[in-house]
């Protein structure tokens, strides 16, 4: 007859087998969940770093003045005489075709602006679309969203541009579908964020002047930010159907020090604009309404 102790030996290795491969699985279970904290931790602390090498544009920014009329001639109110004179000192180059029908258009709105002084032609999209290229060009508000892979920023108006800092490239010409904002690849020289900018449509203006472009525009930009709050723009417009050389702008943006500013809210009316400042039988007038 075996002894009692003998007869639980076999049972009680097979215990302790399960307890130590147990305990091993806990082991080998909290060393993973260790090295996955880990993991995060470092990624976090990666993207820390990140994001503490981008400059603070946080806030509310503004343009002070309408500075995109390229010949000096039409500004808005609040624009200064250095801003005109600069303006007029970097006036476009244009082709021949198109500085006949520039100088069409400028009599057209010149014609408006006769009429009704404090209201000049609108030159946005009547059915609300968003604001021409570079929006920059038009007095307003802008906030930034910054981090690692893009910069986004939205405007009062509503329009919301993307700009990639991940290091992709454009897309290939034929898959490139053509937009009023464009395609936007983006990088960091230090404290300046440098945009090269492509696939456009041809169905905005640049301002109120009447200078418009093609569907083969390019603009390069430049935002640095001078001080904490300041961002000096500059920008390289090229478009050889329409200039002759490139056409080089360069103004400052402002952020607001009320540190409760935020976007206004902006509605937009199709059609407001020609129906409160043209005459609704005239030229500028939906068809609807011509007589």
Request: charged share 25%; net charge negative.
């Amino acid at each position: 007859m075996i002894p009692f102790s003998r007869r639980r030996i076999p049972r009680l290795r097979a215990l302790v087998t399960v307890c130590v491969v147990s305990l091993a699985g806990s082991v080998l279970q909290m060393r993973a969940q260790n090295s996955v904290k880990d993991k995060a931790d470092h990624h976090a602390a990666d993207r820390v770093k990140e994001f503490a090498k981008l400059p603070d544009w946080s806030g509310i920014w503004e343009l002070d003045a309408f500075v995109g009329q390229s010949d000096g001639q039409q500004f808005s109110a609040e624009g200064t005489r250095e801003l005109k004179a600069y303006a007029a000192a970097m006036r476009p180059s244009f082709t021949p075709e198109y500085q006949a029908k520039f100088d069409e258009i400028r009599k057209k709105v010149a014609a408006a602006v006769a009429a009704d002084p404090d209201h000049p032609p609108a030159t946005h999209d009547p059915l609300c679309g968003p604001p021409p290229f570079p929006a920059t060009l038009s007095p307003g508000m802008y906030e930034w969203l910054v981090t690692p892979e893009e910069v986004t920023y939205v405007t009062t108006v509503g329009a919301i541009r993307h700009i990639y800092t991940d290091g992709r490239k454009h897309p290939p010409a034929d898959e490139l579908w053509p937009t009023l904002m464009g395609d936007s690849i983006g990088h960091w020289e230090g404290e300046t964020l440098v945009i090269d900018n492509t696939g456009f449509n041809d169905q905005s203006w640049f301002d109120r002047s009447g200078n418009y472009h093609s569907d083969a525009l390019h603009v390069t930009e430049r935002y640095t930010r001078t001080d904490r709050d300041h961002i000096r723009y500059q920008a390289t417009i090229e478009d050889p159907k329409i200039f002759t050389r490139p056409w080089k702008i360069a103004l400052m943006l402002y952020r607001d020090v009320d540190p409760n500013a935020t976007l206004n809210e902006f509605k937009c009316v199709e059609f407001s604009e020609r129906m409160l400042y043209s005459d609704l039988s005239g030229p500028g007038a939906p068809p609807e309404t011509k007589k």
